[in-house]
């Protein structure tokens, strides 16, 4: 398969747009988690329980049976520019990661 410049672009901004979220991960601007809520609000509810089933997202718990859970920021985000590069390679008669985002 040929990239050609758009695809490039693309794949190029998605890299560039994560490589700026572990920077401000790693200088402390940005939370390495989210709590379930917060996530839920910024990539909506269906996607991360569906990502969550899929184990395509790990849960993470402060501590036993009744703690709070969290989500690593890192990976959603990863796994949110995977869904982009695949998007603008694949044609739309192959679903591939696109199945696991829903239009909310």
Do not use: C
């Amino acid at each position: 398969m040929k990239l050609n410049d758009e695809l490039l672009s693309r794949i190029t901004g998605n890299a560039m747009e994560l490589g700026v979220i572990i920077a401000l991960i790693d200088t402390g601007f940005l939370s390495p988690y989210l709590k379930k809520n917060e996530a839920f609000r910024l990539f909506g509810r269906a996607n991360i329980e569906r990502w969550t089933r899929s184990s395509l997202i790990a849960v993470r718990k402060d501590g036993s049976n009744s703690a709070a859970w969290r989500l690593d920021r890192l990976e959603i985000e990863t796994l949110i520019r995977a869904i982009a590069i695949e998007a603008a390679i694949n044609s739309a008669s192959s679903p591939g990661l696109q199945s696991h985002l829903s239009e909310e």
